[in-house]
């Protein structure tokens, strides 16, 4: 949907909730015949996530995560559109809103769960905080382009490629209450190394990067996710942030782990990196 311009421009003039349900109509109906091979890696991945569910319930899953997908990506050409408290609700607002007024850097944390593009324009929203995103740019240059420029029209500024590194230390450096959201569950290697799922892999990625880079800059974690209610609407899930100064870094990769590990399974219908990892590979 991305690759073609005529779909985001239609999903762009279509009222929002009807562009996400022609994005979901379009993934499950054309996109999944045509990826078998990320279908059959999700089915794989899930019975080994939910042996718990029968043949038929993981099925229904695996329909709902690509409608999710279309609705994501439909989505985006409506971002604006839906950063408003009529489709996103958030878990202890004042609770949260405390969160973002504290006084120290923030490394919002997450993974690709309902729609995380939105996830980044609320935390936007929400915040008079500097924000930085980072992200992996498709490989295709068509797409990334187009998702370059859907991403900036609500996002503000994001980061990726070569010299990242620097400009998001300098970010995290130039103002006292910086903001940085990272998404957690990237592929690298033709594998998703986070969340864990007992596996024994050290940290690694993004979240090594963000590690190394709260203690350096007196950062607390904030692990956080936006999962779908139905059609273009959401709920904001978070924890008490993290803090290195009370922390090692093995507890907090294990609070993280275990919070958007859970939310990854609890939300196995939506979260998209289901289809980018093989657990059955060795650790």
Same mark, same amino acid.
């Given at each position: 949907?991305?690759? $073609?311009? =005529?779909? =985001?421009w239609?999903c762009?003039?279509?009222?929002?909730?009807?562009?996400?349900w022609?994005?979901?109509?379009l %993934?499950?109906?054309?996109?999944r015949?045509?990826?078998? +091979?990320? *279908?059959?890696?999700?089915r794989?991945?899930l019975?080994?996530?939910?042996?718990d569910?029968? !043949?038929?319930?993981?099925?229904?899953? +695996? !329909?709902r995560?690509?409608?999710? &997908?279309?609705r !994501?990506?439909?989505?985006?050409? $409506?971002?604006?559109?839906? &950063?408003n408290?009529?489709h996103?609700e &958030?878990e202890?607002?004042? @609770?949260?809103?405390a969160?973002?007024?504290?006084?120290?850097p923030?490394?919002?944390l997450?993974?690709?769960? @309902?729609?995380?593009?939105?996830?980044?324009a609320?935390?936007?929203?929400?915040?008079?905080?500097?924000?930085l995103?980072?992200?992996?740019p498709?490989?295709d240059? #068509?797409?990334a382009?187009?998702?370059? #420029?859907?991403?900036?029209?609500?996002?503000g500024?994001?980061?990726? @490629?070569?010299?990242?590194?620097?400009?998001?230390?300098k970010?995290? !450096?130039? *103002?006292?209450r910086?903001?940085?959201?990272?998404? +957690?569950?990237e592929?690298?290697?033709?594998q998703?190394w =986070?969340p864990?799922?007992g596996? *024994?892999?050290p940290?690694s990625?993004? +979240?090594?990067v963000?590690?190394?880079?709260?203690?350096? &800059?007196n950062?607390? =974690?904030?692990p956080f996710y936006?999962?779908?209610?139905?059609?273009?609407?959401?709920?904001l899930?978070?924890?008490?942030?993290?803090?290195p100064?009370?922390?090692?870094?093995?507890?907090?990769v294990?609070?993280v782990?275990?919070?958007?590990?859970?939310?990854?399974?609890a939300?196995?219908?939506?979260?998209?990196a289901?289809?980018?990892?093989?657990?059955n590979?060795? %650790?």
């Amino acid at each position: 949907m991305l690759s $073609n311009p =005529f779909l =985001f421009w239609l999903c762009r003039l279509l009222p929002a909730p009807v562009a996400s349900w022609l994005g979901g109509w379009l %993934s499950l109906r054309l996109a999944r015949p045509r990826m078998k +091979l990320r *279908d059959g890696r999700a089915r794989a991945n899930l019975a080994l996530l939910r042996p718990d569910l029968s !043949t038929d319930e993981r099925e229904a899953i +695996l !329909t709902r995560r690509w409608v999710n &997908v279309g609705r !994501t990506l439909a989505e985006l050409a $409506n971002v604006d559109r839906l &950063v408003n408290d009529a489709h996103v609700e &958030v878990e202890d607002r004042a @609770g949260y809103q405390a969160v973002l007024d504290d006084d120290r850097p923030l490394l919002a944390l997450s993974l690709h769960i @309902g729609n995380w593009d939105l996830l980044a324009a609320h935390i936007k929203a929400s915040t008079d905080r500097p924000g930085l995103g980072v992200y992996a740019p498709p490989a295709d240059e #068509k797409t990334a382009a187009q998702l370059k #420029k859907a991403r900036q029209s609500y996002m503000g500024e994001a980061i990726t @490629g070569d010299g990242a590194a620097r400009g998001i230390l300098k970010h995290l !450096t130039s *103002d006292p209450r910086a903001t940085l959201y990272i998404l +957690l569950d990237e592929r690298r290697d033709y594998q998703v190394w =986070f969340p864990r799922f007992g596996r *024994d892999l050290p940290p690694s990625g993004n +979240l090594s990067v963000a590690l190394r880079l709260a203690r350096k &800059v007196n950062a607390r =974690f904030l692990p956080f996710y936006l999962s779908r209610t139905g059609g273009p609407h959401f709920r904001l899930h978070w924890r008490p942030p993290l803090d290195p100064h009370e922390m090692t870094d093995d507890a907090i990769v294990a609070a993280v782990d275990a919070y958007l590990g859970q939310a990854a399974i609890a939300h196995a219908d939506e979260w998209l990196a289901l289809h980018d990892m093989d657990l059955n590979a060795p %650790s």
